[in-house]
């Protein structure tokens, strides 16, 4: 959340010197994210980030506190001049009775009022608009003012429209529908904080906006001034449900000093006087059931020095924290705090107070130091990244582009059950709905979202979701790709795997007619499940991988084979054989026939022909052409007895 | 004899330049050289010259032949280079080259191996966690209250019927924070130096958000870690990734797991932390870090008394966009996978 202020404004409570790129700095460095500094007529506006545990910033007041602490620990002069007000002498007369549901409202300040309407004077006017704030009159003016600078959101009802002996503050039921001020309906969802009037009215939204029959008009005489410090959870569900996010409602949904309802309520009544000739003609209404617990904290300085990293001086440590508030003491070695009260909400253990004297100190003035390792912790640096790393460079090199697209898919793109999904409760569109089970189907869309290209070969790596009972789902990796290309052959797919596989030291791959409906293989490794080439068209090929099982048998053992002392004898044997034997099948018959047989591998194949290449080796001597004319003959019998192949 | 030595060196020069190719010359190289060439022959006549004047002979004979051999390796590699010009006169080198296929990867996936390569340089391990997770690993072990805004259904995701008794809602994980009592618990004890780089997921989408985004979260817990060392390791980084000349710095923050907490920015590489247009006032914003808050180490089985951390978890989009300045008006074109995008990287 952002606040605006006048550099005229805050310097209302600081005196100092230093200019305001010099504030604006050093709030940034040990305070707040002072994010611009603009010009405004002879004026700066400082256009200020207030992190939401620091409700107390969003207020004049306490960027005045900030301010002047963190010049002082720079060596700038500055003094904090907080605001006099002064306790009320008032009338005993009882003109409204409160009923208050300590629940849901903390503190409870108002008085009435008998006022001018009439515009606010050009100062405070600039200072509402410059801080984003509309100025309406001074009667509303005020209010916005009042919760500038103090930090404490105010109300004011026309006393006279509310019309009621006694104001009851209850939660909404569902179904009741309020007219907000600027003329919108909303029909609530019950559990909103309300105040109705004695016939049971709503005649305000509390924390969030003020309603339209018991705002000020241009006739009203008389006003109740009202500050509620509310249960903060009630004002954000209601605020986010209703879509009514005023700056309030903002404010209001955090932790807010209950304190300063009473300052709030002082200082709005001394600037009604000023401004709208008002005078106070009740009682002042007080009702306070949830009082502050006063809490203490103890710190020592070792420990204070241990978690910031550098010596800390004491005596400085003890003058930040007064300036900020806190009353501090130091004695056997410990720094004790007393936390004020608009820092309950936020400062609660020792580490807190380490922040405190930490930033005002400057983090700036701290060395950059690089942890030392304590203990030998070896790096596994053929790990599942690496291996992933060195596949997605492998096919880039071979010409994929690799896409990223969303784990969560549609029904459309869902593959297999819906009731088998992990499926979003609170999607934000129809298009993120399950978390998907397969890759292929969002890589297929990618191939059609982009028709205009004829060729495409993508690849993605990421996780699959499987849904398990009463536990969280299996996030497995997956590997999948596409081609799209004129004529795509299978063997392109499958030299790819082979190759990867090859690459990451997998043995025992092996390629089977594909078990599901439709053309391609599916993959083992060993007896293990690894995926599938699918061709879905004679262009459009995908497979997709187990990737989780391919890098639990990744490996980079190597092994040597001593190298061969005599020349191989290479030469090729073509056959005709029916096409429905699995090349597979004849290399594993024609490999058994003799241990010199090296390697055998499918050269060629057409129609019911296939020529196999054949390497014969022998490590203990030279082999002559009458060895291997032996072992051929016997590789043709076997292929005759057991194929009825023939050699051509 | 020493006026034929010096004919015969003459002529054999003259021979050489007339030399129109390899064979030529080689023929002429016969022609004096070889065992019946002419200086070969000449130089036999020594036997007939008187003793005396051997040595002399001797000398002169040796410079002819240097000579002559010489000017037929000049030659030679003059019309060596003359042969291979006539080919190379077809060349036209402005003619585009047979390229080896090239694809692309993501961007995103360039950014995690760079992140990658300079954390693992200072010691930090690579892991993974689950991206559905527990509430506790994402919020409530991370000292979330019950009532914090990121609990909300409108800002994280929520999977349908998954509520554990202890574990509470099952969600995707907002952020790679709950990789943190992940790792606590699979170590068990310190020393940690975590890099968990990993797709977060948050119920928002407009220019600047996607809801499906990456984070790298760093850990590490050990005995006297301080605000220094977390000081040292974003400078390392931001020096690294950003280059030597950008300074990084640390700001008060709030963040529920870290205490203190912090907002790390990085000086405008365009003014170099001067102020401009592009930056706010000489500096960028890059993402949240802080000392691991009490609650937390307590809630990953770590004695807060005896050991003290720092984390911190940045975007990989957000460090990459500012480190390329890449004009990108919608970071949700990362994953539309158009390809005339991707192939551009």
Same mark, same amino acid.
């Given at each position: ?648 | ?16 330049? &007339? ?9 002429? +190289?016969? !022609?004096? *050289? #070889? @065992? ?32 002559? &051999? ?9 019309? +060596?280079? !003359?042969? *291979? #010009? @006539? ?32 954390? &693992? ?225």
């Amino acid at each position: 959340m952002n606040i605006k202020i006048l550099d005229s404004w805050l310097r209302e409570y600081v005196k100092t010197k230093a200019t305001p790129e010099k504030i604006g700095e050093l709030l940034s460095l040990s305070s707040v994210s002072v994010e611009r500094i603009e010009k405004f007529g002879n004026d700066f506006t400082y256009d200020i980030e207030v992190t939401t545990n620091r409700p107390d910033l969003m207020s004049v007041i306490g960027i005045a506190r900030e301010t002047t602490t963190v010049l002082k620990q720079n060596g700038i002069e500055a003094e904090f001049l907080p605001p006099k007000l002064t306790q009320l002498q008032t009338p005993k007369k009882d003109l409204i009775k409160i009923e208050n549901d300590p629940k849901l409202v903390n503190r409870l300040c108002a008085a009435v009022m008998e006022v001018e309407i009439g515009d606010s004077p050009k100062e405070i006017k600039d200072r509402l608009e410059s801080s984003g704030t509309r100025s309406l009159n001074n009667l509303i003016d005020v209010t916005n003012y009042v919760m500038k600078t103090i930090g404490h959101p105010t109300h004011v009802f026309d006393f006279d429209r509310l019309n009621t002996q006694v104001l009851t503050i209850r939660e909404a039921k569902k179904g009741e529908i309020i007219k907000t001020l600027d003329e919108k309906t909303y029909t609530l969802n019950g559990g909103e904080i309300v105040a109705v009037n004695d016939k049971d009215e709503i005649i305000d939204l509390l924390g969030i906006m003020g309603l339209k029959n018991s705002v000020v008009t241009e006739k009203t005489k008389r006003i109740l001034f009202f500050i509620n410090n509310n249960e903060p959870n009630k004002i954000r569900k209601a605020s986010m449900s209703l879509g009514i996010r005023t700056e309030a409602a903002v404010v209001n949904e955090k932790n807010l000093d209950r304190e300063l309802a009473f300052d709030a309520l002082l200082y709005g009544i001394q600037l009604y006087k000023q401004i709208a000739k008002g005078e106070v003609i009740s009682d002042i209404i007080d009702i306070y059931p949830n009082k502050l617990r006063e809490k203490n904290i103890e710190v020592s300085l070792e420990k204070i020095n241990k978690i910031i990293g550098a010596e800390i001086d004491p005596e400085k440590a003890l003058e930040s924290l007064s300036a900020l508030g806190f009353k501090a003491t130091i004695g056997n070695g410990k720094i004790k705090v007393k936390v004020p009260s608009f820092r309950i909400g936020d400062v609660e253990i020792e580490e807190d107070v380490i922040e405190e004297i930490a930033r005002i100190y400057g983090y700036q003035n701290l060395p950059s130091v690089l942890p030392i390792q304590t203990q030998i912790i070896p790096h596994q640096f053929a790990n599942e990244f690496y291996f992933e790393n060195k596949i997605k460079q492998a096919m880039k090199y071979w010409g994929f582009t690799e896409t990223y697209t969303y784990s969560m898919v549609s029904e459309e793109l869902l593959e297999g059950p819906l009731a088998e999904a992990v499926e979003i409760d609170n999607p934000l569109n129809e298009e993120f709905v399950y978390m998907r089970k397969t890759l292929v189907p969002s890589l297929l869309k990618v191939v059609s979202d982009n028709k205009s290209d004829e060729t495409i070969k993508i690849f993605e790596i990421a996780n699959i979701y499987n849904k398990r009972p009463n536990s969280l789902p299996e996030e497995i990796l997956s590997f999948a790709g596409v081609i799209k290309k004129e004529k795509i052959s299978f063997y392109e797919a499958k030299g790819i795997i082979e190759q990867l596989c090859f690459d990451s030291g997998i043995k025992k791959l092996s390629f089977r007619q594909s078990e599901k409906a439709g053309n391609g293989a599916s993959i083992y490794i060993n007896k293990d499940y690894l995926g599938e080439i699918e061709i879905l068209d004679t262009h459009l090929i995908d497979f997709e991988l187990n990737f989780a099982l391919l890098l639990k048998n990744a490996s980079i053992k190597k092994e040597y084979k001593p190298l061969g002392k005599f020349p191989p004898i290479v030469e090729d044997l073509s056959i005709t054989v029916d096409t429905n034997i699995k090349t597979e099948e004849l290399i594993t018959c024609i490999q058994s026939q003799s241990a010199l047989i090296t390697d055998v591998t499918l050269k060629d194949s057409y129609r019911d022909s296939r020529t196999f290449h054949i390497y014969y080796k022998d490590p203990e001597k030279n082999l002559t052409n009458e060895d291997v004319s032996k072992i051929r003959e016997k590789i043709i019998t076997s292929l005759q007895k057991q194929f009825k192949a023939s050699v051509r | 004899m020493e006026e034929d030595l010096i004919g015969i060196k003459n002529t054999a020069l003259s021979f050489i330049l &007339e030399a129109e190719d390899l064979d030529n010359l080689e023929e002429t +190289k016969l !022609q004096f *050289l #070889g @065992r019946s060439g002419k200086l070969t022959l000449a130089l036999k006549e020594i036997t007939k010259i008187p003793v005396e004047k051997r040595k002399e002979f001797g000398l002169l004979a040796n410079e002819v032949k240097q000579t002559i &051999e010489d000017a037929i390796e000049n030659q030679k590699s003059k019309l +060596k280079t !003359q042969k *291979l #010009g @006539r080919v190379v006169e077809k060349i036209d080198v402005t003619n585009p080259g047979i390229k080896p296929s090239l694809g692309h990867l993501h961007l995103v996936t360039q950014a995690i191996e760079e992140i990658t390569s300079i954390f &693992e340089k200072i010691s930090f391990e690579k892991l993974r966690y689950p991206e559905v997770e527990w509430d506790w690993y994402a919020f409530e072990a991370l000292n979330f209250p019950d009532n914090h805004p990121a609990r909300d259904d409108w800002e994280t995701f929520f999977i349908k019927g998954g509520v554990d008794p202890k574990k509470g809602p099952m969600l995707l994980t907002p952020h790679t924070s709950s990789g943190q009592i992940r790792e606590m618990e699979r170590k068990q004890k310190p020393p940690i130096r975590m890099l968990n780089i990993a797709k977060c997921y948050r119920r928002q989408s407009d220019v600047s958000h996607s809801p499906m985004f990456h984070q790298f979260e760093g850990l590490v817990i050990d005995k006297n870690i301080a605000i220094t060392h977390l000081k040292g390791t974003l400078d390392y980084f931001v020096k690294s990734w950003f280059g030597e000349k950008r300074e990084s710095r640390i700001r008060p923050y709030h963040f529920q797991f870290t205490e203190p907490s912090f907002e790390v920015d990085v000086s405008c590489g365009v003014c170099l932390g001067k102020g401009c247009k592009l930056c706010k006032a000489g500096w960028l914003e890059m993402g949240g870090a802080g000392m691991v808050h009490p609650n937390v180490l307590r809630a990953g089985g770590i004695d807060p008394n005896k050991y003290t951390g720092f984390a911190f978890g940045w975007g990989v989009e957000r460090v990459l966009m500012m480190r390329e300045g890449l004009k990108i008006d919608d970071l949700r074109i990362l994953y539309s996978n158009n390809l005339e995008f991707l192939q551009q990287f």
